[in-house]
């Protein structure tokens, strides 16, 4: 690879694409590669998501077009040449399409590799384009991507798995990670707390939308004070944003718990607050249907607390298979018994986690530089990576 032009995401407070540059720039420089930051445009300054739930729908695709318009002009002067990577962050990149329309037409000598990192889409049954019905269109945008890019990257084995039931035919590499740069999110607290002079509290950082099924842990944090009426616990939701459902029920029950004093909210936390607040808990705790590993559970593990996850679709990967940790899907019972252990004292393995998603630019890079044959899924036995543990 001569040079690796990246294709980032527009920052989002509320986000973890608020550090997401830094953290692969450190690893760029680290790796000492020649790499440009194609920019885009914003359409405003709040650095807040208005419109949709993931990424602010506006803000994202006008961002997206802008930078392809920059990429372009990059092409057009010819900066650009076949021993080049483009590397997209997102697998949905407004105005992607013109890149196979000019490629298709130019000298061999100047068509550079492109690789995409899918963050979901229409293969997971829990995606956000399901619930506001955009499967319809969105598949047929994945399979233009699979007929032309050289590479997609996927998270975990699990969605691996959907990619292939979907029919995609492009090379697919399991990175099995997130980005995540673990020493610049500890810089952002003055020290790690030890854990016995932590809080009492549990701590729900996901978003507050169907897929992350606020249901349960609304349900756990009823049954908890039902065995446990007089003891001291405090349950709370941490957003970066002021909090919001795509399920109206949801945001009724809250209320009525926050009225309870079983709930507490921390609403529109800037980064360094939350980081604050996670290093004063005990236990960051997560219901989510699809988090596709979860920043929040390798920021959690960095920040010293403990974290506490389903053992569903790619968390026993994240988890290295980690039966103490993982608690039977939907089962109140197993993830009650398993908080309780969790509360007490720090987990033997706690760091592990943070480390290995620390790798994860790496393995990207090594992917994107011709190597990382490993991790490269194409054979038909594909599943048979799903029980390995990664680290």
């Given amino acids: 690879m001569r040079k690796l032009i990246y294709m980032g995401l527009e920052k989002y407070k509320s986000r973890y694409t608020f550090q997401l540059q830094d953290w692969n720039e450190a690893v760029f420089k680290k790796r000492k590669l020649d790499y440009v930051i194609v920019p885009g445009e914003t359409l405003s300054n709040d650095q807040a998501i208005v419109t ?55 000298d061999p000598a100047f068509r550079p590799r492109i690789y995409v990192r ?20 969105m598949g047929h945008y994945e399979k233009m991507l699979d007929s032309f890019v050289d590479g997609m990257l996927a998270t975990n084995e699990e969605m691996v798995m959907h990619m292939k039931i979907a029919g995609w035919t492009a090379p697919i590499y399991n990175i099995s990670g997130l980005a995540f740069g673990k020493a610049e999110v500890q810089s952002r607290v003055t020290n ?16 507050w939308d169907q897929e992350k099924q606020p249901d349960f842990y609304m349900d756990l944090i009823e049954e908890y004070f039902a065995r446990h009426p007089e003891r001291y616990l405090e349950f709370c939701i941490c ?3 002021w909090i919001k459902s795509n399920n109206e029920s949801y945001m009724q029950r809250t209320c009525e718990m926050v009225a309870q004093h079983k709930l507490k909210l921390y609403e529109n936390l800037e980064k360094n607050t939350y980081y604050n607040i996670v290093n004063d808990s005990r236990v960051v705790f997560n219901c989510a249907l699809q988090d596709w590993v979860s920043n929040t559970v390798s920021e959690a593990d960095a920040l010293g607390c403990n974290v506490l996850y389903p053992a569903y679709r790619s968390f026993p990967e994240t988890f290295s298979n980690d039966h103490t940790r993982l ?18 004292e720090p987990h033997e393995k706690m760091g592990a986690i943070s480390d290995y998603n620390n790798g ?3 393995r990207i890079i090594d992917i994107l530089e011709g190597g990382g044959q490993s991790m490269l899924r194409m054979s038909t036995d594909y599943r048979k990576h799903t029980r390995e543990s990664k680290y």
């Fill in 360 to 362: 994860t630019i790496d």
């Fill in 239 to 241: 957003s970066g944003g």
């Fill in 192 to 207: 790690i707390k030890p854990f016995a002079d932590r809080r009492y509290r549990v701590v729900f950082s996901a978003r």
């Fill in 52 to 106: 949709g739930q993931v990424l602010d729908a506006h803000g994202r695709t006008y961002f997206g077009m802008s930078q392809l318009m920059n990429l372009i002009k990059m092409m057009k002067a010819g900066e650009l040449n076949n021993e080049d990577v483009i590397y997209f962050e997102d697998m949905f990149q407004p105005g992607i399409e013109s890149l196979p329309y000019i490629l298709q037409q130019i």
């Fill in 118 to 137: 899918c963050l979901a889409q229409s293969i997971d049954p829990d995606d956000f384009v399901h619930v506001w019905g955009m499967s319809r269109w």
């Fill in 327 to 344: 608690y039977v899907p939907w089962s109140i019972e197993d993830a009650l018994d398993k908080l309780e252990k969790l509360l007490k």
